[in-house]
C-alpha cells in the first residue's frame, strides 16, 4: 500500500469501471421492462445509514452496491413514462462527459486550462441559440433556480448602484420593486428572499386565461407602486412556464419594460429549448432583446443532471457585480493564473465543477438537428395527448397545450373529492410503478399534469397512461370513495352523536375539533383534546397509506389486516404484546363495555348475569345502558338508527347494580366503604344465583378507582368463575406492569387513547386475556346478532364466525383516531422515563399547588384525603399518581357556581370572549385566549358541578421535545396553568353574560 491513493491494482480498478458501465448500459437497455419508480425498501436505506468509515472497502462491494442499491431506486427519469416536473431524460454521451470531467478534475473558478475554453465555447454555443452579441456575458451553472438568482443580483446592481455592494440595501429610501407571473417558478420568490428585496417587494401578475402573464394587469401594477413612491427595477418573464408551459407575451413586455427603463429577465428554463424549431422562432425571438436569459440543459437538452445557464446582455456589469479579487487571486497575462476574466468574476462561486464537458459531448455527440427532433416529438406528442383527453367523456383538460405539458383531470361524480381523487391517482400510478407524472393546481383545481421531456417517450406509453388514469379513476370514484374524504373528515366519523360538531362553534359534544388547535391552551386529557399537529400529520399519512394499500389491492380488503396490525400496535406500545391477548377496536369506552358484556354473556347465554359498574355516578352517560346490552344512543358508532334503551337483538337481559363512589352530600367514600359495598354487592347478587359482570373503575374522568387491589383479588378468588371482572381504565392512566397484571389475572381490559395519550376522541379497545379468548368458541357460540351494527366486518379478528351477520364496511374514522393516539404514545414512551417522572411530578404537585392558593376554587379531592394515595400499585409511574385534578368553583360570596354557571364557564374559557360586553381593556388578551380543561361533572350533593385540568402525555412529550431533552419546559406548560385561572377570575368577576352570581 503506498501513500497516496491510487489503487494498489490498476487493473482492478479498471474491472471495476468496466463492471459499472456494464451495469450501466444494461439498465438503459431495459428501462421500458422495469417499474418506472419504486420506493426505497428500508434495508436500502439502513445501508446508507453506517457511520463514518475508517477503513476502505473493495472497490468491487462498491460497484456491486451501486448495481443493486442505487440503479434501481433513482427517481425515475431516464424512463419512457417518466412524466413529472420537468425532468430531461439524461443521454450516454453526455454521461460519458460527465464521468470524463470527473478524471480531469478540473475546477473552473478561473484561470487558464482547457477546461475553461470548452465552457467558453458551450457559452458561444448558447450566445447562438438565443442572438445574444458577442459582448454579453455568460456562465453555467447548476440550473436555471442559480442562474435566477445571479441574473437578479446583475439587475439589483443596476439598479441600486455601486454602494449596493459596500451597505446593501440598507440606504435604499425607496425599496426596489420586480414583477412576476402568479405562474413563475418559485425560484424567483427564493432569489428575493436571498438577494434582501423580500418577499413583499415581488408582485405576483395575475395571468390570462391562457396562463401567460396579464400585461395590462403588470402596466398598472407598475404604475400604482411608482404612485407609491417605490422603485420598480425588473420584470421576470417566463418562456415556457412550469405549470402548463405558457410563453409570456415578451414582445409586449418587452415593450413594457422598455417605456418604464425595467431590466428583463427571462426564465427559458426548458421553453427556451423549443428556439430550435422554426415554429416556435416567432415567439422566442424576443429573448434576444432581454437583458439577461436564464436556461437549463438538463431538461429538454436532455444533458444529465445538473447543468444550466445564463446570459447576461451586459457583459461588464455582469462582470463588476461579483468581480472581487483577494491577493491571492492576483491575475497574470501568462501562466496558470491567466485566462481572464474568470468565471468566479461572473458568480459567486471560486470552485466550480466541470459542469461544460456533458453538454459539450451532448450537443457534439448528438448534433442540434437531433435535439429539435426531440423537441418537435414531445410537442406533436402533447397535441395527441391533449386531443386523447378531449375525447374521453371523463377526462377534462385545465389548459391550453403551447408546448409538452398537458394538464388534466378525472371529472369525479363527488366534486367534493375531485381534487384528492386526482392527486391519488398520480400518487397510485407511481406506486404502481405504471408512469410518474406530477399533479399541480390550475384556478384551485388539482390537475395531472403530463411534461413530455424523456427522449425516450412514445406514442404508446402516453396511450397505456391514459387508459391506466380511467381505471385508477373508476377505483377511486367507486369503492375507494370514502378513503378520498379529507382526515379531518373521517375523525369524526365512526362514532355516535357525541362526535358530531356543532354548527355554530365547530366544536364536538367535548368541546374539541377534529384537526390541530395549536392556539389552544389544552389541559382537557380527562375527557377529550383537540388533535396535535404531530399526531394529525400521522392520520393523515396513515389515511394515504390505506388508500393506496386498498388501490393496489383493487378492494378494500387491506383495512382488515391493517385493523390487525393496528391491535398488534396497541398492546406492543402498551407493553403486553406477548400475553397473547384478543384485541378488539372500538370506537369509544361505551363501545367497548358493551362488546365485552355481549362476549362474556355469549359464553353462557343461559345463565342471569348481572353487570356491577364501580362508580356509576363517575361514568360515561351511556354506561347502565351499555352494559346492560342495549343501546346507548340513537345512532351507532356505524351510523345504524336504533331505538335509545332498547335490548341489542339476540342479547340476554342483564341486571344493573351501581356502586356510587360519592354519599348522597357528595362528598367521596373512603376506598373501605367502596370496597365493601362492591363486597356487598357481589355477594349478595351471587348468592341469589345470578353471574357477575364486575366492572373495576381505574380511573373514572374525576380520577377515581375502585374496588381496591387487595379487594379485587379477594373477590376473584373467593368467587372464581361466577364473576367475570371487566378493568375500565379507558383513561389509560396504569402502567404496562398494572395491564399486564389483570391480563394475566384473567380481567378484560377496556381503554382508549384519546385520554391521557391525548389522541382524537373515540378510540377505544376491548382487550380479552388468553383464558377468555380460549373460552369463547366460536364453533358452539354466537354473539348476539344486534352487534352487528357496532362491529364492522373487517374489525371482527377472532369474532368471524360468532358474528356471521356483520357486514358494515371498515371503521376508518377510528382507525385514523387510534393511529394518532398512537404516535401520542410512542412519543411519550421516548422521553427516557427519569425524564418522564421528573415532569409529571413537577406539573402534577405545581398544579395542585396553584389550584389550592386560587382564592375562588376548591380541589374537590384534598392530598390529605384518605382516598388521594394509590397505594397497591405495580407500576411508578402513572399508576401510583393522581394526574386528574377536580375541583369546585365559588362565587365571591363563598357560593359554588351551580352546574348551569359551571357549564357556562367551561364554554367561555373554551373560546375567545375579547370582544363580549364587560371585558375590561386592560384584559382582552386573556379573554381572547382559548383554555380547554376538563368538562363540568355534576356533583348532585353539593349542587354544583366540577371542573378539572388533567396531565396528559403530550405535556411530557412536547416538553422533552421542546426543551433539548429535559424538562425545563414544564414551567413554559404551568405558565399556561396559571393563565387558565387568571381566566377563570376574570370570567367569575365580569357581569353577565359570563357567569351570572346566583
Same mark, same amino acid.
Not at 181 to 192: D, I, W
Not at 317 to 328: I, W
Not at 752 to 772: D, I
Given at each position: 500500500?503506498?501513500?497516496?491513493?491510487d489503487p494498489?491494482s490498476w487493473a482492478?480498478?479498471e474491472?471495476a469501471w468496466q463492471?459499472?458501465?456494464?451495469?450501466?448500459i444494461?439498465h438503459?437497455?431495459? /428501462?421500458? &421492462?422495469k417499474?418506472?419508480w419504486r420506493p426505497?425498501?428500508?434495508?436500502?436505506?439502513?445501508?446508507?445509514?453506517?457511520?463514518?468509515?475508517r477503513q476502505g472497502?473493495?472497490?468491487?462491494?462498491l460497484?456491486?452496491?451501486?448495481?443493486?442499491?442505487?440503479?434501481?431506486?433513482?427517481?425515475?427519469?431516464?424512463?419512457?413514462?417518466f412524466?413529472?416536473?420537468v425532468?430531461g431524460?439524461?443521454?450516454?454521451?453526455?454521461?460519458?462527459?460527465e464521468m470524463?470531467?470527473?478524471? /480531469?478534475?478540473?475546477?473552473? =473558478?478561473?484561470?487558464?486550462?482547457?477546461?475553461v475554453y470548452?465552457e467558453?465555447?458551450?457559452?458561444?454555443?448558447?450566445?447562438?441559440?438565443?442572438s445574444f452579441?458577442?459582448?454579453?456575458?455568460?456562465?453555467?451553472t447548476?440550473?436555471?433556480?442559480?442562474?435566477?438568482?445571479l441574473a437578479?443580483?446583475v439587475?439589483r446592481?443596476?439598479?441600486?448602484?455601486d454602494?449596493v455592494?459596500?451597505?446593501?440595501?440598507q440606504?435604499?429610501?425607496?425599496?426596489?420593486?420586480?414583477?412576476?407571473?402568479? +405562474?413563475?417558478?418559485?425560484?424567483?420568490?427564493?432569489?428575493?428572499?436571498?438577494?434582501?428585496?423580500?418577499e413583499?417587494?415581488?408582485r405576483s401578475?395575475p395571468?390570462n386565461?391562457d396562463?401567460?402573464?396579464?400585461?395590462?394587469?403588470?402596466?398598472a401594477q407598475i404604475?400604482?407602486?411608482?404612485?407609491?413612491g417605490?422603485?420598480?427595477f425588473c420584470?421576470?418573464?417566463?418562456?415556457?412556464?412550469?405549470?402548463?408551459?405558457?410563453?409570456?407575451?415578451?414582445t409586449?413586455?418587452k415593450?413594457?419594460?422598455?417605456?418604464?427603463?425595467?431590466?428583463?429577465?427571462?426564465d427559458?428554463?426548458f421553453?427556451?429549448?423549443?428556439?430550435l424549431l422554426?415554429?416556435?422562432?416567432?415567439a422566442?425571438?424576443?429573448?434576444? +432583446?432581454?437583458d439577461s436569459?436564464?436556461?437549463?440543459?438538463?431538461?429538454?437538452?436532455?444533458?444529465?443532471?445538473?447543468v444550466?445557464?445564463?446570459l447576461?446582455?451586459?457583459?461588464?456589469l455582469?462582470?463588476?457585480?461579483?468581480?472581487e479579487?483577494?491577493e491571492?487571486?492576483?491575475p497574470a497575462s501568462? =501562466?496558470?493564473?491567466?485566462?481572464?476574466p474568470?468565471?468566479c468574476e *461572473?458568480?459567486?462561486e471560486?470552485s466550480?465543477s466541470?459542469?461544460?464537458?456533458?453538454?459539450?459531448?451532448?450537443?457534439q455527440?448528438?448534433g442540434?438537428?437531433?435535439l429539435?427532433?426531440?423537441?418537435?416529438k414531445?410537442c406533436?406528442?402533447?397535441?395527441?395527448?391533449a386531443?386523447r383527453?378531449?375525447r374521453e367523456p371523463?377526462l377534462?383538460?385545465?389548459?391550453?397545450v403551447? *408546448?409538452?405539458?398537458v394538464?388534466f !383531470?378525472?371529472?369525479a361524480?363527488?366534486?367534493?373529492?375531485?381534487?384528492?381523487?386526482?392527486?391519488a391517482?398520480?400518487?397510485? /400510478?407511481q406506486?404502481?410503478?405504471?408512469?410518474?407524472?406530477?399533479s399541480t393546481?390550475?384556478?384551485?383545481?388539482?390537475?395531472i399534469r403530463v411534461?413530455?421531456?424523456?427522449?425516450?417517450?412514445?406514442a404508446k406509453?402516453?396511450?397505456d397512461? @391514459?387508459?391506466?388514469v380511467?381505471?385508477?379513476?373508476? $377505483?377511486?370514484d367507486t369503492?375507494?370513495?370514502?378513503?378520498l374524504?379529507?382526515? !379531518?373528515?373521517?375523525l369524526?366519523?365512526?362514532?355516535d352523536? !357525541?362526535? &358530531?360538531?356543532?354548527?355554530?362553534?365547530?366544536?364536538?359534544?367535548?368541546?374539541?375539533?377534529?384537526?390541530p388547535?395549536d392556539?389552544?391552551?389544552t389541559?382537557?386529557?380527562?375527557?377529550?383534546t383537540s388533535?396535535?399537529?404531530?399526531?394529525?400529520a400521522?392520520?393523515e399519512?396513515? #389515511?394515504?397509506r390505506?388508500?393506496?394499500?386498498c388501490?393496489l389491492?383493487?378492494?378494500?380488503?387491506?383495512?382488515r389486516?391493517?385493523?390487525?396490525e393496528?391491535?398488534?400496535?396497541?398492546?406492543t406500545t402498551?407493553?403486553?404484546?406477548d400475553?397473547?391477548?384478543?384485541?378488539?377496536?372500538s370506537p369509544?369506552?361505551?363501545?367497548?363495555?358493551?362488546?365485552a358484556?355481549?362476549?362474556i354473556?355469549?359464553?353462557r347465554?343461559d345463565a342471569?348475569?348481572?353487570?356491577?359498574v364501580c362508580?356509576?355516578d363517575e361514568t360515561?352517560s =351511556?354506561?347502565?345502558?351499555?352494559?346492560t346490552?342495549?343501546h346507548?344512543d340513537?345512532?351507532?358508532? *356505524?351510523?345504524?338508527e336504533?331505538?335509545k334503551?332498547?335490548?341489542l337483538?339476540?342479547?340476554p337481559?342483564?341486571?344493573?347494580l351501581?356502586?356510587?363512589?360519592?354519599?348522597?352530600?357528595?362528598?367521596l367514600h373512603?376506598?373501605e366503604?367502596?370496597?365493601?359495598?362492591?363486597?356487598?354487592?357481589?355477594?349478595?347478587t351471587v348468592a341469589?344465583g345470578?353471574r357477575v359482570?364486575l366492572?373495576?373503575?381505574?380511573?373514572?374522568?374525576?380520577?377515581s378507582?375502585?374496588?381496591?387491589?387487595?379487594? *379485587?383479588?379477594?373477590? #376473584?378468588?373467593?368467587?372464581?368463575?361466577?364473576v367475570?371482572?371487566?378493568?375500565?381504565a379507558?383513561?389509560?392512566?396504569l402502567?404496562?406492569e398494572?395491564?399486564?397484571?389483570h391480563?394475566?389475572k384473567?380481567?378484560i381490559l377496556?381503554?382508549?387513547?384519546?385520554?391521557f395519550f391525548t =389522541?382524537p376522541?373515540?378510540?377505544?379497545?376491548a382487550?380479552?386475556?388468553k383464558?377468555?379468548a380460549d !373460552?369463547l368458541?366460536?364453533?358452539r357460540?354466537?354473539?348476539?346478532?344486534g352487534?352487528a351494527?357496532?362491529?364492522?366486518?373487517a374489525?371482527l379478528?377472532?369474532?368471524?364466525?360468532?358474528?356471521p351477520?356483520?357486514q358494515?364496511?371498515?371503521n376508518?374514522?377510528m382507525y385514523?383516531r387510534w393511529?394518532?393516539?398512537?404516535?401520542?404514545?410512542?412519543r411519550?414512551?421516548?422521553?427516557?422515563?427519569e425524564?418522564?417522572?421528573?415532569g409529571l411530578?413537577?406539573f402534577c404537585?405545581e398544579?395542585?399547588?396553584?389550584?389550592?392558593?386560587h382564592?375562588?376554587l376548591? $380541589? /374537590?379531592?384534598?392530598p390529605?384525603?384518605p382516598?388521594?394515595?394509590?397505594?397497591d400499585m405495580?407500576g411508578?409511574?402513572?399508576?401510583i399518581?393522581?394526574t386528574i385534578?377536580?375541583?369546585l368553583?365559588?362565587?365571591?360570596?363563598?357560593?359554588?357556581?351551580?352546574p348551569?354557571?359551571?357549564?357556562? $364557564?367551561?364554554?367561555?374559557?373554551?373560546?375567545?370572549?375579547?370582544?363580549?360586553?364587560?371585558?375590561p381593556?386592560?384584559?382582552?388578551?386573556?379573554?381572547?385566549?382559548?383554555?380547554?380543561?376538563g368538562?363540568?361533572t355534576?356533583?348532585?350533593?353539593?349542587?354544583?358541578a366540577?371542573?378539572?385540568?388533567?396531565?396528559?402525555?403530550?405535556i @411530557?412529550?412536547?416538553?422533552?421535545?421542546?426543551g433539548d431533552?429535559?424538562?425545563?419546559?414544564?414551567?413554559?406548560?404551568l405558565?399556561q396553568?396559571s393563565?387558565?385561572?387568571d381566566k377563570?377570575s376574570?370570567?367569575?368577576?365580569t357581569?353577565d353574560?359570563l357567569?351570572?352570581q346566583?
Amino acid at each position: 500500500m503506498t501513500d497516496n491513493l491510487d489503487p494498489d491494482s490498476w487493473a482492478e480498478l479498471e474491472a471495476a469501471w468496466q463492471q459499472a458501465m456494464q451495469a450501466g448500459i444494461e439498465h438503459y437497455q431495459t /428501462l421500458s &421492462e422495469k417499474p418506472v419508480w419504486r420506493p426505497c425498501p428500508e434495508e436500502v436505506k439502513d445501508s446508507f445509514r453506517t457511520p463514518l468509515p475508517r477503513q476502505g472497502r473493495p472497490v468491487a462491494e462498491l460497484v456491486g452496491q451501486f448495481r443493486d442499491q442505487m440503479l434501481p431506486y433513482g427517481n425515475g427519469n431516464t424512463h419512457p413514462s417518466f412524466f413529472g416536473w420537468v425532468h430531461g431524460g439524461g443521454n450516454l454521451y453526455g454521461a460519458l462527459g460527465e464521468m470524463c470531467a470527473a478524471l /480531469l478534475n478540473s475546477n473552473l =473558478g478561473g484561470r487558464d486550462h482547457v477546461a475553461v475554453y470548452i465552457e467558453r465555447q458551450v457559452l458561444q454555443w448558447c450566445r447562438q441559440l438565443f442572438s445574444f452579441p458577442l459582448s454579453s456575458s455568460g456562465i453555467l451553472t447548476t440550473g436555471t433556480s442559480m442562474a435566477t438568482l445571479l441574473a437578479l443580483a446583475v439587475a439589483r446592481q443596476q439598479a441600486a448602484g455601486d454602494e449596493v455592494k459596500a451597505r446593501g440595501l440598507q440606504r435604499q429610501d425607496s425599496p426596489l420593486v420586480g414583477y412576476a407571473s402568479a +405562474q413563475s417558478h418559485n425560484s424567483v420568490l427564493k432569489a428575493f428572499q436571498l438577494l434582501g428585496l423580500g418577499e413583499e417587494f415581488l408582485r405576483s401578475i395575475p395571468v390570462n386565461n391562457d396562463f401567460t402573464m396579464d400585461t395590462g394587469a403588470l402596466a398598472a401594477q407598475i404604475s400604482a407602486d411608482r404612485q407609491q413612491g417605490l422603485t420598480p427595477f425588473c420584470v421576470i418573464a417566463t418562456a415556457g412556464t412550469v405549470n402548463t408551459g405558457a410563453i409570456d407575451d415578451l414582445t409586449a413586455i418587452k415593450a413594457i419594460c422598455d417605456q418604464e427603463q425595467l431590466w428583463l429577465h427571462i426564465d427559458a428554463a426548458f421553453g427556451g429549448t423549443a428556439i430550435l424549431l422554426e415554429e416556435y422562432r416567432e415567439a422566442l425571438a424576443p429573448m434576444a +432583446q432581454a437583458d439577461s436569459v436564464a436556461f437549463d440543459f438538463h431538461k429538454w437538452f436532455q444533458v444529465p443532471y445538473s447543468v444550466g445557464g445564463l446570459l447576461v446582455k451586459d457583459g461588464e456589469l455582469h462582470q463588476a457585480t461579483f468581480s472581487e479579487r483577494k491577493e491571492y487571486l492576483a491575475p497574470a497575462s501568462l =501562466g496558470l493564473a491567466g485566462g481572464a476574466p474568470w468565471f468566479c468574476e *461572473l458568480g459567486p462561486e471560486l470552485s466550480r465543477s466541470f459542469l461544460a464537458l456533458k453538454v459539450w459531448f451532448t450537443f457534439q455527440a448528438l448534433g442540434t438537428e437531433r435535439l429539435a427532433a426531440v423537441v418537435r416529438k414531445h410537442c406533436r406528442l402533447a397535441r395527441e395527448l391533449a386531443q386523447r383527453v378531449d375525447r374521453e367523456p371523463q377526462l377534462e383538460r385545465l389548459a391550453p397545450v403551447t *408546448l409538452n405539458i398537458v394538464c388534466f !383531470r378525472y371529472q369525479a361524480t363527488d366534486p367534493g373529492v375531485g381534487d384528492a381523487l386526482n392527486r391519488a391517482i398520480v400518487t397510485q /400510478l407511481q406506486l404502481r410503478g405504471l408512469a410518474a407524472p406530477s399533479s399541480t393546481t390550475l384556478n384551485d383545481r388539482a390537475a395531472i399534469r403530463v411534461a413530455l421531456v424523456n427522449h425516450r417517450t412514445e406514442a404508446k406509453e402516453l396511450h397505456d397512461l @391514459i387508459d391506466h388514469v380511467l381505471e385508477l379513476g373508476r $377505483l377511486f370514484d367507486t369503492t375507494l370513495k370514502p378513503l378520498l374524504k379529507p382526515t !379531518r373528515w373521517h375523525l369524526v366519523k365512526g362514532g355516535d352523536t !357525541r362526535l &358530531e360538531l356543532d354548527q355554530e362553534t365547530g366544536f364536538n359534544r367535548y368541546g374539541s375539533l377534529p384537526y390541530p388547535r395549536d392556539e389552544a391552551i389544552t389541559f382537557s386529557a380527562s375527557t377529550a383534546t383537540s388533535v396535535s399537529s404531530q399526531a394529525y400529520a400521522e392520520a393523515e399519512q396513515c #389515511r394515504q397509506r390505506l388508500l393506496h394499500d386498498c388501490a393496489l389491492a383493487g378492494s378494500l380488503a387491506p383495512l382488515r389486516r391493517y385493523s390487525q396490525e393496528l391491535a398488534d400496535a396497541i398492546a406492543t406500545t402498551f407493553g403486553f404484546h406477548d400475553l397473547e391477548g384478543d384485541l378488539h377496536l372500538s370506537p369509544s369506552g361505551t363501545d367497548s363495555q358493551m362488546q365485552a358484556v355481549a362476549a362474556i354473556v355469549a359464553t353462557r347465554p343461559d345463565a342471569p348475569w348481572t353487570s356491577i359498574v364501580c362508580g356509576s355516578d363517575e361514568t360515561g352517560s =351511556g354506561t347502565e345502558l351499555a352494559v346492560t346490552g342495549c343501546h346507548f344512543d340513537e345512532t351507532t358508532c *356505524l351510523g345504524v338508527e336504533v331505538e335509545k334503551g332498547s335490548r341489542l337483538e339476540g342479547m340476554p337481559e342483564v341486571a344493573f347494580l351501581g356502586i356510587p363512589f360519592r354519599d348522597e352530600q357528595g362528598e367521596l367514600h373512603h376506598l373501605e366503604r367502596v370496597d365493601e359495598m362492591i363486597w356487598q354487592g357481589v355477594s349478595d347478587t351471587v348468592a341469589a344465583g345470578r353471574r357477575v359482570i364486575l366492572h373495576a373503575m381505574d380511573q373514572s374522568r374525576m380520577g377515581s378507582w375502585a374496588p381496591s387491589p387487595p379487594m *379485587l383479588d379477594r373477590i #376473584r378468588r373467593h368467587f372464581g368463575e361466577s364473576v367475570q371482572v371487566i378493568v375500565d381504565a379507558c383513561q389509560l392512566r396504569l402502567d404496562a406492569e398494572d395491564l399486564r397484571d389483570h391480563i394475566q389475572k384473567g380481567d378484560i381490559l377496556l381503554l382508549t387513547g384519546s385520554k391521557f395519550f391525548t =389522541g382524537p376522541t373515540f378510540s377505544g379497545v376491548a382487550v380479552f386475556p388468553k383464558s377468555f379468548a380460549d !373460552r369463547l368458541d366460536c364453533s358452539r357460540h354466537s354473539l348476539p346478532r344486534g352487534l352487528a351494527d357496532y362491529i364492522p366486518q373487517a374489525d371482527l379478528g377472532s369474532w368471524q364466525e360468532c358474528l356471521p351477520e356483520a357486514q358494515h364496511p371498515p371503521n376508518t374514522g377510528m382507525y385514523l383516531r387510534w393511529q394518532a393516539a398512537l404516535d401520542e404514545a410512542r412519543r411519550y414512551y421516548l422521553v427516557p422515563k427519569e425524564q418522564r417522572l421528573q415532569g409529571l411530578g413537577r406539573f402534577c404537585e405545581e398544579v395542585m399547588s396553584r389550584i389550592a392558593a386560587h382564592p375562588l376554587l376548591d $380541589l /374537590l379531592v384534598e392530598p390529605s384525603h384518605p382516598c388521594f394515595a394509590r397505594t397497591d400499585m405495580l407500576g411508578d409511574e402513572l399508576s401510583i399518581r393522581r394526574t386528574i385534578f377536580p375541583f369546585l368553583v365559588r362565587h365571591h360570596d363563598g357560593s359554588y357556581l351551580t352546574p348551569e354557571e359551571a357549564r357556562t $364557564l367551561y364554554e367561555k374559557l373554551n373560546c375567545d370572549i375579547g370582544d363580549e360586553p364587560g371585558i375590561p381593556a386592560a384584559e382582552k388578551e386573556l379573554a381572547a385566549q382559548c383554555c380547554h380543561i376538563g368538562q363540568p361533572t355534576e356533583i348532585p350533593g353539593k349542587k354544583t358541578a366540577a371542573l378539572r385540568i388533567s396531565a396528559g402525555a403530550r405535556i @411530557i412529550s412536547q416538553c422533552w421535545q421542546e426543551g433539548d431533552g429535559n424538562m425545563a419546559k414544564i414551567e413554559d406548560e404551568l405558565e399556561q396553568i396559571s393563565t387558565i385561572l387568571d381566566k377563570i377570575s376574570l370570567c367569575v368577576d365580569t357581569p353577565d353574560p359570563l357567569v351570572s352570581q346566583s
